[in-house]
């Protein structure tokens, strides 16, 4: 198996809800989360099917769902409801019998679509039992036709390696739970030593975003807006988004106001023909600039307009450049860039703890200075320090 994407409801319980992975998510906003996205990504989605969210007839409709909301594959386990995070404490399994009653579900559903999915049996019974009724149940869900073998919350190398050497020739996954998870944590060529042929890690993408919103609120917080190292660039956003392919496969259907307005029965009232055959031609000759140019520039005016209506022109001190720039309490640039002063108000967007300073004051006592002046210098809540240059 190649790269993967599993599907689980801790994540998602946190990420959709924000509440912890108790029970509290339900089958339809797991399926409706899985299936937007199945549809955003191009690689296999492993999906949690949890217990199947009731018996063995429940079981075969969220195996059935989960094949047309387009998942590769479907984990079932054996926890009773509602149920929760292996890792975590008080863990409860429905009976042997009933846990190998839901895999055999999830096989018939499976045949009676037509499809492929790949049933992946896991049995959290090593916590909530023992060790040993976990190997049983796991041998019992291979005698059913399960595709993966899966025990959560394995707590020895030993034990991992005595799982492995059940049911020879049915894959088994491991579960690196990043953190501080009870199973250890063995790199991909170990895990592949000890017999595993699959591996999930279902924190690491979670977990760093969580770190990266804490860290970027704190640096709001404090007046600033994080380190410019921490975030792409815009441009980096949009092409990781689709915005660029969306771009480029629209072009395949642009059309032109000539081909709309020559259609017959469309005639502006309020044009004629000639009109109507310009706009057309002046839509074509703009379409062709815009196709080489950028598609938004930064324009300083040479006029705007003052309290009065008048025009006034950009002029004087207001056609010179700011300067402004941030330096962290470890003496590492965090922010430097430069702004025409005509266009201050806005400066506030990028460094909050500017808002209570009149810059426009300190401009006009700096007006009939020449070169470079630092108008601020101060150190924020954080510890940066602040300064704004008149160049």
């Not at 679509?113 to 149940?137: H, K, N, Y």
């Not at 092409?239 to 059309?255: D, H, M, P, Q, V």
């Not at 506030?348 to 300190?362: D, E, M, S």
Request: hydrophobic share 40%; aromatic share 8%; with cysteine.
């Amino acid at each position: 198996m190649g790269p993967t994407i599993f599907y689980w409801r801790f994540s998602i319980s946190a990420a959709r809800l924000g509440l912890p992975d108790v029970g509290l998510i339900s089958y339809g906003e797991m399926l409706d989360q899985g299936r937007q996205i199945t549809q955003a990504v191009s690689i296999p989605v492993i999906g949690d099917g949890d217990n199947g969210y009731g018996n063995a007839m429940n079981v075969k409709r969220t195996v059935k769902d989960f094949i047309r909301a387009g998942f590769a594959g479907i984990i079932l386990e054996d926890q009773v409801s509602p149920k929760a995070c292996g890792h975590t404490h008080d863990r409860k399994v429905v009976s042997r019998e009933e846990a190998v009653m839901r895999i055999k579900a999830a096989i018939d559903a499976r045949e009676e679509s037509g499809s492929d999915i790949v049933i992946i049996a896991r049995t959290d019974s090593c916590q909530a039992v023992s060790f040993d009724e976990s190997l049983w149940r796991s041998r019992a869900f291979a005698d059913a036709g399960a595709d993966v073998l899966f025990i959560d919350a394995l707590t020895s190398r030993e034990e991992m390696k005595a799982f492995c050497e059940i049911a020879p020739f049915v894959p088994k996954m491991a579960n690196m739970l990043e953190g501080g998870g009870k199973t250890p944590i063995l790199n991909p060529i170990e895990l592949e030593d000890v017999g595993y042929k699959i591996v999930a890690y279902p924190l690491s993408l979670i977990g760093v975003s969580i770190r990266a919103m804490q860290d970027a609120l704190i640096a709001i917080k404090g007046g600033r807006i994080p380190s410019p190292r921490s975030l792409p660039s815009f441009e980096e956003i949009k092409e990781t988004l689709g915005f660029n392919s969306y771009y480029e496969e629209e072009k395949r259907y642009a059309t032109s106001m000539s081909q709309v307005s020559s259609q017959k029965g469309y005639m502006p009232a309020s044009s004629n023909s000639y009109g109507t055959q310009q706009r057309a031609q002046d839509d074509v000759q703009q379409r062709g600039q815009n196709s080489q140019n950028p598609a938004s520039e930064v324009v300083i005016p040479d006029m705007y307009y003052g309290p009065d209506g008048s025009e006034r022109s950009f002029s004087g001190i207001w056609s010179r450049t700011l300067r402004i720039k941030i330096t962290g309490r470890d003496g590492i640039e965090k922010l430097d860039f430069r702004i025409p002063a005509g266009f201050l108000e806005g400066v506030t967007n990028f460094v909050p703890a500017l808002g209570g300073i009149n810059i426009k004051q300190l401009l006009d006592d700096a007006a009939e200075e020449f070169g470079g002046k630092l108008l601020v210098d101060f150190n924020d809540s954080m510890g940066d320090r602040i300064q704004v240059f008149l160049e």
